[in-house]
Structure formats: structure tokens, C-alpha cells
């Protein structure tokens, strides 16, 4: 466990985690469709999130994409992943992309979860700076960027295309290690 506040604990990915990811997975079909349809196309059944997760634990060994997921204490239901993702080593800067059981939506919990994950970035892993990239429609995201003081840069134009859809133009919100 990386992190434990409320009644919620952040863990890195973890093969003991395969069933339960495709449990999620399954329950948020709709949530994830639209904005994390590979995650989604991944983890339909128990033997796809098993190659998965050994996928997710390999980047992450390799510092190359960390995936954490988000469970009630004492409990493995997987309720939340957190992607820190697009890592340039370089230049020393990351993307999160999350997603949270619609059972768990409005709570804070993601909020509360990438202000400790920010923290773990900067500290640990030695990132200067973090982003989040969201489409203005999704409210909930935007609003977790701002609760974490995220700051909009720009907008991205035609920045992602979700499955069967047109491009889409994206909003660029960052926070720098102070």
C-alpha cells in the first residue's frame, strides 16, 4: 500500500488484482468506453486482466507507465485505477488519467487520490512536472484537475479521437513541482 486516507488505500498494480480489475472493468463498461476503451478492450474477461496486470507490472518495474489502483480498506474490490502515464524521463514530466466506480463518483476520493500520487511524483519519482488532459464535457475530471491546482494551459486541438467518434479538442491543465 502506497497510501491510505479515509477509508481507501492506494496500492500499485498487483497480479492478486487480475479478477477484480475485470470486475470494474465490467461494472464501468460505460464510464470507460468513451475515454479508456483499451483499458476497457483489456480486462473483459478474468484471462485478458491477468495479461494485463503482468503488462502493467512490467512497466511499472521498468518505470515506463505506473498503474494504481483504488480499493476500500481491508478490501480488494478494485473502486478506482489511476494511470501515471506519458513519462519523459528527459524533461521529467507525467500524465494522470483516472477513472472511479460510478458507485464512488462526486466523493472526492480521485481528488484526494492524485493530490497524494502528485506528492508521491515529485517526491519519489523525481517528476517536475504533472498533467492532466481532459475534454471540457467531462466536468468531473476538470474538476479533480482544479481541486488538485492544476493549472489550464491550452487547449489542445484534435488531441484525442475516442472510438467511432471525430477528434476531439482536449484541455491541458499542469502542475509544477514547487
Same mark, same amino acid.
Given at each position: 500500500?502506497?497510501? %491510505? $486516507?479515509? @477509508?481507501? #488505500?492506494?496500492h500499485?498494480i498487483n497480479i492478486?488484482? @487480475?479478477? +477484480?480489475?475485470c470486475? $470494474? @472493468?465490467v461494472a464501468?463498461?460505460?464510464?470507460?468506453?468513451r $475515454?479508456?476503451p483499451i483499458?476497457?478492450?483489456? %480486462?473483459?474477461?478474468?484471462?485478458?486482466?491477468?495479461? $494485463?496486470?503482468n503488462?502493467?507490472e512490467?512497466e511499472?518495474?521498468?518505470?515506463?507507465?505506473?498503474?494504481f489502483t483504488? =480499493?476500500?480498506t481491508n +478490501? /480488494? =474490490? &478494485?473502486?478506482?485505477?489511476?494511470?501515471?502515464?506519458?513519462?519523459?524521463?528527459?524533461? /521529467?514530466?507525467?500524465?494522470?488519467?483516472?477513472a !472511479?466506480d460510478?458507485?464512488?463518483?462526486?466523493k472526492?476520493? !480521485?481528488?484526494?487520490?492524485?493530490n497524494?500520487?502528485?506528492?508521491y511524483?515529485?517526491?519519489?519519482?523525481?517528476?517536475?512536472? *504533472?498533467? !492532466? &488532459?481532459v475534454? =471540457?464535457?467531462? *466536468?468531473? +475530471?476538470?474538476?479533480v484537475?482544479?481541486?488538485c491546482?492544476?493549472?489550464?494551459?491550452?487547449?489542445? #486541438?484534435?488531441?484525442?479521437?475516442?472510438?467511432?467518434?471525430?477528434?476531439?479538442?482536449?484541455?491541458?491543465?499542469?502542475?509544477?513541482?514547487?
Amino acid at each position: 500500500m502506497l497510501f %491510505n $486516507f479515509d @477509508a481507501f #488505500e492506494i496500492h500499485a498494480i498487483n497480479i492478486k488484482d @487480475a479478477w +477484480s480489475i475485470c470486475n $470494474f @472493468a465490467v461494472a464501468n463498461e460505460d464510464r470507460l468506453k468513451r $475515454f479508456f476503451p483499451i483499458t476497457l478492450q483489456q %480486462n473483459l474477461t478474468p484471462e485478458l486482466s491477468e495479461i $494485463f496486470v503482468n503488462k502493467k507490472e512490467k512497466e511499472h518495474a521498468t518505470k515506463s507507465e505506473f498503474l494504481f489502483t483504488l =480499493k476500500p480498506t481491508n +478490501s /480488494k =474490490k &478494485i473502486i478506482g485505477l489511476i494511470y501515471l502515464k506519458e513519462l519523459n524521463w528527459q524533461t /521529467k514530466q507525467g500524465e494522470f488519467a483516472y477513472a !472511479i466506480d460510478y458507485n464512488f463518483e462526486g466523493k472526492g476520493i !480521485i481528488s484526494k487520490s492524485v493530490n497524494y500520487l502528485s506528492q508521491y511524483a515529485f517526491n519519489e519519482l523525481g517528476i517536475k512536472t *504533472l498533467q !492532466i &488532459i481532459v475534454h =471540457k464535457t467531462n *466536468l468531473s +475530471s476538470v474538476k479533480v484537475a482544479k481541486n488538485c491546482n492544476f493549472i489550464w494551459v491550452k487547449t489542445l #486541438e484534435n488531441a484525442y479521437t475516442p472510438p467511432g467518434e471525430n477528434p476531439l479538442n482536449m484541455e491541458l491543465y499542469q502542475l509544477q513541482k514547487l
